[in-house]
């Protein structure tokens, strides 16, 4: 491990010299890119100068403890220096774990109704809010894509881009089958039903990140319509793009101009065919480790939100929060927090085997 913080720390010190270089800083695009990776090395490294000054501090307390006047003084240095080390060097380890490209990332995630009817819709429905009055929270803007609402105010599906700081980082343990046990609505006997609601959390990738082949692209434009299938919009602002060798179809119908939805559209199919091909490798770091957080698989349960128990229950962590309505209303950090926590210290477990 040391070795990789010395060649890391090297490094820093050869960017430091590189982004302070009047040429390299006369071509922006190649100083872009050496200031974003100096400032992704820049917390492994200082957490690794704060080892050494540490490591350094006990070498210095040793010898000192051999004079008698200060050797009291000394043990006291010594002693603090030795109970830093260790927590210093955990850091060091989680810091040393690869970083998610995606992490920095914006998103689409899209919501389905799944087992339940109209209940489903319904969860999806609570399900979007939840996510909203999160990204609320955090200060990220986020606009609709795609919406196929039902009459009584639920969703069949809806597609929607959160972008902020870190969306991808904070959202992407969402992927998955949330499952609601409650008593719904239009149950006239008040009998709890189990329904289901399929989300993925995709990140929003660029035209460099995954080449389509404009060949393979059906487009087709139609009329934006709004709850059970009434038309909201005269004209075919609406788009569908087909992508033929994968049979991904997406829907874009929010904005007014067909160019914007088409454009948005693609946001949405380039982020669905990157997820295929991530899914691929996941699966395959999935395949070397007896364990993970969770792959985003869409058919994995996830989550349950009974509302008899004011309970939320994460099967992946184990963990259960008892405030239902807090959690509903975007207050998700501790769950969040939780999950992240879990998964570096699984990625870390395969750092080690």
Request: contains cysteine.
């Amino acid at each position: 491990m040391f070795e990789k913080l010395e060649a890391v720390e090297a490094r820093y010190e050869e960017l430091t010299k590189m982004i302070s270089d009047p040429e390299i800083i006369a071509n922006h695009t190649e100083w872009q890119k050496l200031i974003k990776e100096h400032s992704s090395i820049e917390e492994v490294v200082q957490k690794f100068r704060e080892y050494k000054k540490e490591l350094q501090r006990m070498e210095d307390a040793k010898e000192m403890m051999e004079d008698k006047e200060l050797k009291e003084l000394a043990e006291v240095d010594y002693l603090e220096a030795k109970e830093k080390l260790p927590h210093i060097e955990e850091e060091l380890k989680s810091l040393l774990i690869p970083k998610d490209p995606n992490d920095d990332k914006n998103i689409i995630c899209e919501i389905r109704g799944g087992a339940g009817g109209e209940e489903a819709a319904l969860f999806a429905g609570t399900l979007f809010r939840m996510y909203s009055m999160y990204a609320e929270r955090k200060h990220w803007k986020i606009e609709i894509l795609n919406e196929n609402e039902t009459e009584l105010g639920g969703y069949k599906e809806i597609s929607f881009m959160i972008t902020g700081k870190g969306a991808y980082s904070r959202l992407k343990f969402e992927s998955g089958v949330h499952r609601v046990q409650r008593v719904p609505d239009t149950e006239s006997s008040g009998r709890i039903h189990t329904s289901t609601a399929t989300v993925a959390v995709l990140p929003v990738v660029e035209d460099v990140e995954i080449e389509i082949n404009p060949a393979d692209i059906k487009m087709e434009a139609f009329s934006a319509s709004g709850a059970a299938g009434q038309h909201i919009n005269k004209t075919s602002s609406a788009v569908r793009l087909i992508h033929e060798p994968t049979g991904i179809v997406v829907e874009c119908q929010t904005e007014r101009s067909q160019l914007q939805n088409r454009e948005y559209a693609m946001k949405m199919l380039r982020s669905r065919l990157y997820n295929i091909e991530k899914e691929k490798q996941d699966s395959e770091i999935a395949n070397a480790r007896k364990s993970q957080v969770g792959s985003g698989d869409r058919s994995e349960k996830i989550r349950t939100y009974n509302y008899p128990q004011g309970r939320i229950t994460d099967h992946r962590i184990g963990m259960s929060i008892y405030q239902m309505e807090n959690f509903l209303n975007g207050d998700l950090d501790e769950m969040i927090d939780n999950l992240i926590a879990a998964d570096r210290a699984e990625r870390l477990k395969g750092e080690e085997e």
